[in-house]
């Protein structure tokens, strides 16, 4: 069974920073693609960033320059390092991710529980 595990959440003030960190765990073959969506109250969840295995980066347009996704391949963890922290990105944020178990032949999407982010003075 595969789980993603996040952590790294919580209140910080306007300009601040606050790094998330994602693992995922169980029988893994391979993963494909990483990534953390966030969802705020009364709005559908949407793209925040995303990795492949390979380093390709897509970042959603409103945290171009801010917010960065390194990833270690070796050790099935995604991390998300935002900076400039404005109150618009208060949100539960969610890691995701492809993964091949080990008992199959293609990608299955695994998401986290969630982790609260409240940019707020």
């Known amino acids: 069974q595969v789980q993603l595990v996040e952590s790294g959440g919580g209140l910080v003030q306007p300009g601040g920073s606050l790094r998330l960190s994602c693992a995922a765990s169980g029988s893994i073959l391979s993963i494909n693609r990483m990534g953390w969506n966030r969802q705020a109250p009364g709005k559908e969840r949407e793209l925040v960033a995303a990795?492949?295995?390979?380093?390709?980066?897509n970042y959603a347009d409103s945290v171009k320059g801010r917010f960065t996704i390194p990833r270690d391949n070796a050790k099935n963890t995604v991390n998300l390092q935002m900076n400039s922290l404005k109150p618009g990105d208060t949100a539960v944020y969610y890691c995701?991710?492809?993964?091949?178990?080990?008992?199959?032949?293609?990608?299955?999407?695994?998401w986290g529980q969630g982790t609260q982010v409240t940019v707020s003075s």
């Open positions: 995701n991710a492809d993964v091949t178990p080990l008992s199959e032949t293609s990608g299955n999407g695994y």
């Open positions: 990795i492949t295995s390979g380093g390709r980066t």
